[in-house]
């Protein structure tokens, strides 16, 4: 997508990876390339795209986090590290930690973890306080009496530590595939983008902002100022 154009562009490389749904992805900005995890009933493993290439990778490294549906994964720029957590419908109480020098993924451990049941997580890394920020879906309840609600946690790959945040106000519940996250270091904010529906709610489209710490916001680009 070239948005100075506001045009879409289908690059067809060959081979190119599997049309699986609800993949893992970040951009890695050392490298300037996507990295990928997973996707529903794909067993492709960790696929990396060269945007510059027009090339698909097909990594194979050994071992690999379990193949999910959902979760999520960002790019800890500072530590060069892609962090992959969460799943939509299984149980996966690991962090993961993705080198893509050194093509190797490892398992954190650390000493405590946000709720990884089926827990839908989506992630964003803030680079300002350099900080991966996970929204993470808790199911309590069965059937008919079902209800869930989001917490909000931060993980520090420096200290390999999760934090749970306990703002003031969590966002409003949501259901599976209903949330995206991302930061933008010129306001030094997470933003997330919220669908609500029954028997959550009414249904409503949010916009939701969070500031982790109160370290200056990121100077805009120069084509900005």
């Not at 720029?77 to 939509?88: D, N, V, Y």
């Not at 270091?185 to 669908?195: D, G, M, Q, S």
């Amino acid at each position: 997508y070239d948005l100075a154009e506001n045009k879409w562009r289908n690059l067809r490389p060959i081979p190119t990876a599997s049309p699986k749904p609800l993949r893992c992805a970040a951009w890695d900005s050392s490298q300037d390339v996507v990295v990928l995890f997973g996707g529903e009933t794909s067993s492709e493993g960790t696929l990396v795209y060269d945007s510059h290439a027009n090339e698909w990778r097909f990594k194979k490294p050994s071992p690999q986090p379990e193949f999910r549906s959902g979760g999520n994964m960002a790019y800890d720029a500072a530590r060069k590290l892609h962090i992959l957590f969460g799943a939509q419908m299984n149980n996966d109480p690991h962090t993961w930690a993705y080198s893509l020098p050194n093509n190797r993924w490892s398992s954190l451990k650390p000493p405590t973890l946000p709720p990884t049941d089926k827990n839908d997580a989506v992630l964003t890394y803030d680079s300002v306080n350099r900080v991966v920020v996970a929204v993470v879906k808790v199911s309590e309840g069965k059937e008919d009496n079902a209800k869930s609600r989001l917490e909000t946690w931060a993980f520090d790959a420096g200290e390999n530590k999760w934090t749970k945040m306990n703002p003031a106000r969590e966002p409003d519940p949501s259901g599976n595939r209903a949330r995206n996250i991302l930061f933008a270091p010129e306001l030094n904010a997470v933003l997330l983008e919220n669908r609500t529906h029954p028997p959550q709610g009414p249904a409503e489209q949010q916009v939701w902002a969070l500031r982790v710490g109160n370290r200056p916001a990121a100077p805009a680009p120069a084509d900005r100022l």
